[in-house]
């Protein structure tokens, strides 16, 4: 065991699924990884806390006749190891049987390596700098608190007992800001920027579409209630679609398949949205930073138009689903993408007669049947193609089935995540009420 | 493993904590039978935290050995003096009281087996599914989770406690006239798997009313939006108390522009709303999480939030209280060996009043009976929202016909002085709850039932 401590990520994973298979396993796989982190935490006056953490974590999933047991520990010392092949193998041999249970047949890709090797501190910092200094001078009444540049390096290993093995380095950096307005007794409500890139963020500012977020926070110090409950339009930010995505992309996967509980069950070849709707799954996108190259079983992952101009293509199948379903797999690991269209975010907001530019849902999970209600944060009442004040006390509620097919408009401008890139989009048929 | 830290604590050369953190869990679901995830899972490491020039420097590492331990308080040290800031010059932080003990809240049951884990599930599923062969999709899960801190601080705390919690959820999916609907309970709290009775003989009342509930609410139908009189369940008063007021009340979210901080010593909520945080397991000894002593080393104690509706407390790390010149009660937390301690809430509860939940439900003539929530948000300005998962319409004083999912919302310190009814019958939230900022942490809520006016989503 002592030279498990200091075996490479790759002979440590094969390592696991040699000793799972000594032990009896029928089939095994484990995935490595080692971790380096490094934050600066900051609000207006300056730096609150700087952390790194480094890390050493594995799983291993073993396989007994159909049976499934799974163990993840962090650390390479020999009693870690072996309670968790322990723990592995008990669960296995307590597990019911699947047939669906099972390794992966696939190909091992040559290791990869995405981003820097070292975190560059000078410019994390230099953005820190360049984003308190902009506060400072163009947004005297913005508050901002916990916010974050971070720079993590994670190398990961797999290997499964079908000869399987993959390697790959991803470092990326990470900026987050959390900000309000705040002047006297007047305040906004608290929002948020986030996104992540291979490079440091030395103008977080651009970066994030900083400047519209903040000049919103601003312009949201006197909220209001729209005037009464209307059936209208919401132009859905790409902020907003960020935190909405998830909840489509689970309607659309496998394990909803399984269950029987998504909407979408029968809907393959059919429209499920408007025309000016397409969605894909890019995470092989190599100039993005929230892709992966193998997926939880080491499958090398694959891009995916999952609704093209409105139709459904396929659904999110992943390699276990893939098997439970007799489907092909379609989908181990999700960065999900809106096309642009090309429409202008001025003339989307122009064509509004009665409606909200919505910026963030804060409401309770949608269901299966993808009804939604809740509040909307951080958004602007629109009349007549203009916008006419900030938001407060509002709720929209609604289902997004009905909400993609009457999307009528997608704009040219995108906010590009990192993990996700989306563009405006423009959709009637919301209720919008408020106390 | 105290003994073996506390040497190091002499080394830090300013404020400093050395934490040994490991968390353990387990989690088995199961998917109309299948199981879909059967495993342990175990983190942890060794964290050191320094406070100089009025920042923070923290690093961590998984090894626990002496080696390790002296290069994480070096690596903190070094992170601390790699940036300044210039307004802090080093304020000392708020001084506390030393927290000191052991508080070990391991079973003293033989540990459930896996196979008596599955076995669980397994049972459970099948009386489900036989029962209730309709059903469209049954989920299953088992959870367990236990967090086991070694703490010594330069100041001179020495703590370390292990404490548990497991939980049992079940959700039920049925074919409407109108698509599917869906309904989740869950059931458990503190201690571990063997200390919980989660056998389906014994839990056979339990999914009878949960698969009642699902039955009426498929028959249901949509809110109607807009401000309405509500009687909130014990189960909502605890996410109320949690969302809408702790969060606003947490004093690094004070000086981040919470509103909650112009109005210290006004009343902000009706005089029957008396809001605590509660430090051990809570008053009565009986919510499903304990803490004594802080991941600051401060002795944890009660925090009164709101007394007879007026604004009295926030809550505090060290450094917050510093800034706003209070003292720190311990409630200062980190989730694991790699994350820095955050102001978090505990056990967080509005006390009890006198009314009866009938006189409650009697008293309203065109509103809701709301009786689970699911997630929850709160803004700095005092705005809430969460998700009902399950609820009834009340018409002329009595309950009618149940509703569909919505997400009630308001702003906590107006619609805290609608509250007309306190209920007497206190409970809190039977497996507890996760809050997530930065990190997730576990926590306890609670309440009595209360009747007030909120803002209700929906599409009727």
């Known amino acids: ?435 | 493993m105290l003994e073996r830290l506390a040497p190091f604590a002499d080394r830090f050369t300013s404020p400093g904590e050395l934490r040994r953190h490991v968390n353990s869990s387990s989690r088995i679901a199961m998917r109309k039978g299948v199981l879909l995830s059967n495993g342990q899972s175990r983190d942890g490491g060794i964290s050191a935290r320094v406070y100089r020039n009025g920042v923070y420097g923290f690093a961590a590492a998984p090894q626990d050995d002496d080696d390790a331990i002296r290069a994480a308080i070096a690596a903190a040290e070094d992170n601390a003096d790699s940036v300044g800031r210039a307004d802090a010059g080093g304020a000392p932080l708020a001084a506390s009281a030393l927290g000191e003990g052991v508080y070990d809240y391991r079973s003293a049951r033989p540990s459930t087996t896996p196979a008596g884990r599955v076995e669980i599930l397994r049972s459970l599923d099948a009386a489900i599914r036989g029962k209730f062969p309709h059903l469209v999709n049954v989920d299953i899960t088992l959870s367990s989770h236990a967090s086991e801190k070694t703490l010594v601080t330069s100041e001179g705390a020495r703590a370390y406690s292990y404490v548990p919690r497991s939980v049992l959820g079940v959700k039920m999916a049925i074919e409407a006239n109108d698509g599917l609907v869906e309904l989740y309970n869950s059931l458990g709290g503190f201690g571990e798997i063997q200390d919980q009775s989660f056998e389906p003989l014994s839990l056979s009342a339990w999914l009878d009313d949960l698969y009642e509930e699902l039955r009426r609410k498929a028959e249901g139908g949509q809110c109607e939006a807009g401000l309405q009189d509500v009687v909130l369940d014990s189960d909502l008063a605890g996410i109320l108390a949690h969302e809408a007021i702790g969060h606003t009340c947490e004093a690094d979210y004070v000086l981040a522009g919470s509103v909650a901080g112009d109005w210290v010593g006004e009343a902000v909520a009706s005089e029957k709303i008396t809001l605590v945080d509660y430090a051990g397991r809570g008053f009565d000894d009986k919510s499903s999480f304990a803490i004594h002593v802080d991941d600051e080393g401060t002795v944890c104690r009660d925090v009164t939030l709101i007394e007879k509706g007026v604004l009295r407390n926030f809550l505090h790390s060290k450094k917050t209280a510093a800034e706003l010149g209070a003292e720190p009660a311990g409630n200062a937390r980190a989730f694991s060996f790699s994350d820095e301690p955050l102001v978090r809430m505990r056990n967080t509860a509005i006390a009890a009043g006198a009314d009866k939940l009938e006189d409650m439900i009697g008293a309203v003539e065109s509103g809701y009976y709301l009786k689970r929530a699911t997630n929850g948000q709160a803004d700095f300005t005092s705005e809430f929202m969460f998700g009902v998962s399950c609820g009834y319409e009340i018409r002329k004083g009595k309950l009618g016909r149940a509703i569909r999912d919505t997400t009630i919302s308001g702003v906590a310190f107006d619609m805290l002085k609608t509250v007309t009814h306190v209920g007497d019958e206190f409970r809190w939230s039977g497996a507890g709850g996760w809050c997530g900022k930065k990190q997730p942490i576990a926590v306890g809520m609670g309440g009595p039932a209360i009747k007030c006016k909120i803002t209700v989503g929906g599409r009727g």
């Open chain 1, 1 to 435: 065991m002592t030279s498990l401590q200091n075996a490479s990520l790759d002979d440590f994973s094969a390592e696991l699924v040699a000793r799972a298979l000594a032990r009896g396993a029928s089939a095994a796989q484990a995935r490595a990884s080692d971790d380096r982190y490094f934050e600066m935490q900051f609000d207006n006056r300056g730096y609150d806390l700087v952390r790194s953490v480094q890390n050493a974590a594995a799983s291993i999933t073993v396989f007994l006749d159909g049976k499934r047991g799974d163990a993840s520990l962090n650390g390479r010392s020999t009693e870690e190891v072996a309670a968790a092949l322990d723990s592995a193998f008990f669960a296995a041999e307590a597990g019911v049987a699947d047939e669906a249970n099972d390794v992966a047949a696939a190909p091992s890709l040559p290791a990869s390596r995405h981003g820097l090797d070292i975190a560059d501190r000078a410019t994390m910092g230099e953005g820190v700098e360049s984003l308190l200094a902009r506060l400072r001078s163009e947004f005297p009444l913005v508050r901002i608190r916990d916010s974050l540049h971070s720079f993590s390096d994670v190398e990961t290993a797999f290997a499964n007992s079908r000869g399987v093995a993959q390697k790959e380095r991803r470092a990326r950096y990470n900026f987050s800001a959390l900000f309000m307005a705040r002047e006297g007794s007047r305040a906004s409500s608290v929002n948020w920027a986030e996104a992540s890139s291979y490079q440091p963020f030395g103008n977080p500012f651009h970066a994030l579409g900083l400047g519209r977020l903040l000049d919103e926070a601003v312009r949201s110090l006197d909220p209001r209630p729209v005037p009464c409950k209307f059936e209208g339009d919401v132009i859905i930010t790409p902020e907003c679609f960020a935190g909405l995505a998830g909840s489509i992309g689970e309607a659309l996967s496998g394990a909803s398949l399984f269950a029987g509980t998504t909407p979408f069950v029968d809907k393959k070849g059919e429209m499920i949205a408007s025309p000016l709707f397409s969605l894909a799954n890019r995470p092989c996108d190599k100039s993005a930073p929230g892709g992966a190259d193998f997926d939880g079983f080491g499958v090398p992952t694959s891009d995916l138009e999952i609704v093209t101009n409105g139709r459904l293509n396929d659904f999110l199948i992943d390699y276990f689903f893939s098997r439970k379903l007799k489907a092909p797999q379609t989908a181990g690991a999700w960065r999900f993408t809106v096309t642009s269209g090309d429409a202008s975010l001025a003339a989307m907001i122009a064509g509004v007669k009665r409606g909200i530019l919505f910026s963030r849902f804060s409401g309770g999970g949608p269901n299966s049947n993808l009804d939604f209600t809740g509040v909307a944060k951080n958004s602007f009442y629109i009349e007549d193609g203009e916008i006419r004040h900030a938001l407060g006390e509002t709720m929209v509620s609604g289902n997004f089935q009905e909400l993609l097919k009457n999307i009528y408009a997608v704009s040219r401008e995108r906010v590009d995540f990192g993990s996700a890139s989306y563009p405006w989009l423009a959709a009637s048929g919301v209720v919008i009420s408020s106390k």
